[in-house]
């Protein structure tokens, strides 16, 4: 068992910013909570809104609202805004710079600080692991073990950790005040961080005044997706947004919780896609090519992001943006996903002019964002427009199986 | 023979060489990114190069590319975690930490990583638990050794 440290020397501070911040709701409906207008009003409904984030230029990202309290606090508690829908992992983190509540510290059981090291593709968020009521909608996970990301209690980050290149710990970088991960994995780590030796992958520090080492951390404690923790609805979630045609400034749409648990929330006429358990993928079939357990969706992808310009015949775009595909016109192609339970459909996507998709510095949405990914399938938030998409989480049963899955 | 002579044999083939270099650093860093890694080595050939394959005990399987000359031209991995990044890029390291901060600017957002520059190619794609990535010096690819042979 961990032991939770209070900090408990910012009471002056928290006086003065619960005077400016939301109060929990405590168990009950929560409403829409800031995140936008899209949502309805039931318990297990939280509005999302894409447009261009805190930061201000995002492009293709959902964002949402959530409430975090002190455990066992409904007044301590703050509403932050600007946090980053993420299918593709699991776990709140928060930046430092957007908490004004203090929480309690994680702590081993040497009695030092737990600090997390998460490697994402283009970096590792560094900070905290430190301890939530968290509420959205009207669902609560007590006593999450969440991420704070850019403390400055920590600055100084471990060698095998910025080894894994840059550290996003800012609004700048980030693009967003936080990250709710609601993907299918339930905890971070996994197994692999709760034996030492050569095959623990070093996500998790111990942080003692004498500096920072890797130390093991239970599944229990580990960083972890919050809705496994709901009492109810805690199965999955199904994200819902109207098509884009083109380029918009905002959308708006909704993030529900639970897949079958309530009369909103039924898979309805969506197939399931069963996924690969050692990758977590699924596979895509394009222009007569399958591409095995190389496929996966990500509302934290900002894109489609799939082969190469060699494979597709479309050109990157010019530099800097080398990263997107420039078609001189708009592509009306198909694909087909396949799931490891052997269900497959195709469907219909678009590729549009990336150059010609950002130019407007107003525009949030951009239905036919995409861009090479060689070799891989990423089916981003342009994926998302105009299906509802189910998540499953690993191991908890729904009336389409048990998780991990997707559907839409 | 113990694994603690092994790795005095490593350590003695790999002093007089370079031990952090990896990506276009000599053969001998391979065996200092075994080390490193404390992984399993598996050499395999190709027509034009060799291909050196370390599994790391956290399950990420990596590959290093040494050209005829002796040279490492590429490496590339896959695994539920990434690896070691600045050990296995070697000098490269600054130059694609430099490159990835410029980029994250005009991305918009966030998504799979591919950095082109004149003399470095990176690609890292995946999610949580599932990373997949690629690094290569263009100028070092042996003839006739496309990109998308490097898997």
């Known amino acids: 068992m961990k032991r939770v440290r209070f900090p408990g020397v910012l009471s002056f501070i928290l006086a003065a910013t619960l005077a400016t911040t939301a109060g929990c709701s405590g168990s009950g409906s929560n409403g829409n909570g800031g995140g936008g207008g899209g949502g309805g009003s039931a318990s297990n409904v939280e509005a999302i809104t894409v447009n261009s984030g805190p930061g201000g230029g995002y492009i293709n990202g959902a964002f949402t609202s959530v409430t975090v309290c002190v455990p066992g606090s409904t007044t301590n508690c703050q509403t932050i805004g600007g946090i980053l829908v993420d299918t593709g992992s699991p776990g709140l983190r928060i930046l430092s710079s957007a908490l004004t509540i203090s929480l309690p510290q994680q702590t081993g059981s040497n009695g030092s600080p737990i600090v997390e090291c998460l490697p994402f593709l283009s970096g590792f968020t560094w900070g905290p692991v430190q301890t939530a009521d968290m509420t959205i909608a009207g669902e609560q996970a007590k006593s999450l073990p969440i991420q704070v990301i850019g403390t400055s209690n920590f600055p ?19 693009g967003a005040n936080g990250i709710l991960g609601v993907g299918v994995l339930t905890a971070d780590c996994g197994s692999a961080c709760t034996v030492s030796g050569a095959s623990n992958p070093g996500l998790y520090y111990s942080c003692p005044s004498s500096g ?20 109810t609805d805690n199965n999955g979630v199904i994200i819902e947004l109207p098509s884009v045609s083109g380029a918009q400034s905002t959308v708006t749409g909704s993030l529900i919780f639970g897949i079958g648990t309530q009369s909103n929330n039924g898979l309805g006429s969506a197939t399931v896609y069963m996924l690969d358990p050692s990758t977590g993928n699924f596979t895509t079939v394009f222009n007569g090519v399958t591409y095995t357990n190389a496929a996966f969706i990500d509302s934290g992808s900002n894109g489609l992001y799939f082969l190469d310009a060699a494979t597709t015949g479309f050109p990157t775009c010019a530099a800097p943006i080398t990263f997107w595909y420039c078609p001189s016109s708009t592509q009306n192609l198909s694909a087909t996903n396949r799931g490891t339970n052997g269900t497959s459909a195709s469907f219909n996507f678009v590729v549009s002019n990336a150059n010609t998709l950002t130019s407007n510095a107003s525009t949030a949405a951009a239905n036919g964002l995409a861009g090479p990914n060689s070799g891989t399938f990423d089916w981003g938030l342009p994926f998302f427009y105009g299906r509802n998409v189910y998540t499953a989480i690993a191991g908890q049963s729904t009336p389409g199986g048990t998780g991990p899955y997707w559907a839409y | 023979m113990n694994s603690t002579i092994m790795r005095g044999l490593f350590a003695i083939l790999a002093l007089p060489f370079p031990v952090s270099a990896s990506l276009g650093g000599d053969v001998s860093s391979v065996q200092a990114d075994q080390m490193k890694m404390q992984g399993s080595l598996r050499t395999t050939s190709a027509d034009s190069y060799k291909v050196h394959e370390i599994q790391t005990p956290a399950g990420v399987a990596v590959k290093e590319y040494v050209s005829p000359a002796g040279k490492v031209f590429a490496v590339t991995w896959q695994g539920p975690f990434p690896p070691d990044l600045r050990q296995l890029l070697g000098p490269y390291f600054d130059q694609y930490v430099q490159a990835v901060q410029a980029q994250q600017a005009q991305r918009h957002g966030h998504g799979p990583l591919l950095i082109q520059e004149p003399g470095l190619v990176v690609q890292i794609t995946g999610h949580m638990r599932s990373f997949r990535g690629s690094a290569y010096v263009p100028q070092m690819l042996p003839a006739g050794v496309h990109p998308e042979d490097l898997r």
């Open chain 1, 156 to 174: 100084t980050i471990p060698a095998s950790c910025s080894s894994q290149g840059t550290a996003e710990e800012d609004l700048a970088s980030l």
């Open chain 1, 212 to 231: 920072c080492v890797v130390t093991t951390e239970s599944l229990a404690n580990q960083v972890q997706n919050p809705v496994a923790l709901f009492a």
